[in-house]
Structure formats: C-alpha cells, structure tokens
Nanobody, 124 residues
Framework: QVQLVESGGGLVQAGGSLRLSCAAS????????AAWFRQAPGKERAFVAS????????SYEDSVKGRFTISRDNAKNTVYLQMNSLKPEDTAIYYC?????????????????WGQGTQVTVSS
C-alpha cells in the first residue's frame, strides 16, 4: 500500500519561507516521480512543481519559478518543496502526489497516490 505523509506547512508572513516534506512508503519516488499541487479556497487543485524520473528532471508552474525549489532525497524516499519569498496568493492546501508511469507531468490525472495535504497560509 502506498502512503504519502506531508509535513511542514504553517503560517508565515509575506516574504518568508517554508519547507514542505513528503515521505513515501510503498513506492519509490526515484522511479516515476512526484509532484506538489495546491488548492486554494474556491479553486481547483493546480500543479506547482514536479521532479520526475531517475534523473530528477524538474518543472515548475510559472508563478513559482525562481521562488520554489523541488528536490528529492532518494535515501529517505522523501520529496521537498522549499518555498521562498512567499506571497499571500500562495495560500493554499499543498498536496504531494506520486506519479503514474504515464501521463502528462502537470496533469492531475497523471498522479495516482496523494497525501492528506498540509495548509500553508501567507499573511500580508
């Protein structure tokens, strides 16, 4: 059984930083890959960043490029999302997801296991 457990969310002022962690069991992130999505109130779940394949190729949503960094620790089977220069519009529930062997990187449907979500709130 695949389980993803996220941690690291919280309340931070604009301009601050947070690091989210996602630890997996039952599946290796260095295989197909993983991503972070987020869902703000009243909005659909949206792609944030991904790290795919054994080479760890990364992709980012345009609004977080240069501020967020996704990384992976293969020994711990854990994926991280370092978030710097946070803005109030980054406020959302952040979800970690494990990718299927197929499907577009930024598509919600390409991920088959999800964590429970962690709340990130950025105050102005």
């Amino acid at each position: 059984q695949v389980q993803l457990v996220e941690s690291g969310g919280g309340l931070v002022q604009a301009g601050g930083s947070l690091r989210l962690s996602c630890a997996a069991s039952g599946r290796t992130f260095s295989g197909t890959g993983a991503a972070w999505f987020r869902q703000a109130p009243g909005k659909e779940r949206a792609f944030v960043a991904s790290i795919i394949g054994s080479g760890g190729s990364t992709s980012y949503e345009d609004s977080v490029k240069g501020r967020f960094t996704i990384s992976r620790d293969n020994a711990k089977n854990t994926v991280y999302l370092q978030m710097n220069s946070l803005k109030p519009e980054d406020t959302a529930i952040y979800y970690c997801a494990s990718k299927r062997a197929y499907g577009a990187i930024k598509s919600f449907a390409s991920y088959d296991y999800w964590g429970q979500g962690t709340q990130v709130t950025v105050s102005s």
